[in-house]
């Protein structure tokens, strides 16, 4: 009921472009955080489906497409850059007049949430990382230079469909009976956008890479670090590097589990994350 009366999904032309966002008001948690999700790579909104039910018994919920995933818009002029997300992610929940938020960034979206926090010292209290992304390095040269040769952007898209949403799935979860049609269809639907794949392109070309061991150790924001031990796409030890140079830092390790977390164990991340913000 909380989600079909509360819900406002829109847009705001942010940057130059319509970014997509679901807001989930919760009216009685005036005195609690506001929490802000933010999804991985060639992922969207839909992969916390199963979490945002959880999170709007207790808290006002803000959940973001960065572009060009989910339903936001698919530009190639767009600077496709972990920092220009993070500074997209801090001016639209100024415009919605949110203060305070606590960010769970999965994958991709944890290195947008830590980027976030250093922007406006205390507007994010605390960070809560999925299977967070780590050390890993801009795109080598050769790679930039080849994409702008024609059609490299239709190379993208036969690499992409390789293995099928089935496939990419399989290698995300531990468990290959969470996958089903729903499942698959809710992945694949931002890719019948064509626009898509030219933006990938420029993300190829603007993505910087990944905070550096110095950058992390200037990160003091409170985070708790959850990881699936049979993560095959982010392993577990970029988890342990993470935590060893977050300053405050904790990890939490799930067994017989992957990559999808907000997916494979909801009910579990949400009483870590009461534990953690009741602290």
Known sequence: MLLAQNLKENTEKIKGI??????????EAVDRPVITLLHGFLS????????????????????????????SEKSHHFVHSYQNYAEVVVELLE???????????????GQ??????ALKE????????????????????????TSYL????????????????RGNLL??????????????????QPFFNEGIFRSLVRMIRDREGDLSEAELKQIHTPSLLIWGENDR????????????????AELIVYKKTGHLLPEERPVSIMKDIEQFLTR
């Not at 970014?19 to 009216?27: A, F, L, P, T």
């Not at 205390?122 to 230079?145: P, R």
Request: with cysteine.
């Open 44 to 71: 969207s909104s839909f992969s916390f489906r199963r979490l945002i039910p959880l999170l709007t018994k207790a808290y006002t919920v803000v959940a973001i497409d960065l572009p060009p995933f989910g339903k």
């Open 122 to 145: 205390g507007f994010v209290s605390k960070n809560i990382l999925l299977c967070s992304s780590g050390y890993l390095e801009k795109a080598k040269q050769s790679l930039v230079y």
């Open 233 to 248: 796409v982010v392993p577990l030890k970029i988890g342990k590097r993470l935590s060893s140079d977050l300053p405050n």
């Open 95 to 109: 415009r919605l007049s949110i203060e305070n938020t606590v960010m769970i960034g999965h994958s991709m979206g």
């Open 112 to 117: 947008v949430a830590m980027r976030a926090s």
């Open 18 to 27: 319509d970014i997509h966002y679901e807001y989930y008001r919760n009216e």
């Open 171 to 188: 290698n995300c979860v531990y468990d290959p009976a969470l996958i089903d049609e729903e499942m698959m269809d809710g992945y694949i």
């Open 150 to 165: 024609p059609f490299f952007s239709v190379y993208l898209k036969r690499w992409l469909y390789r293995k099928g949403v």
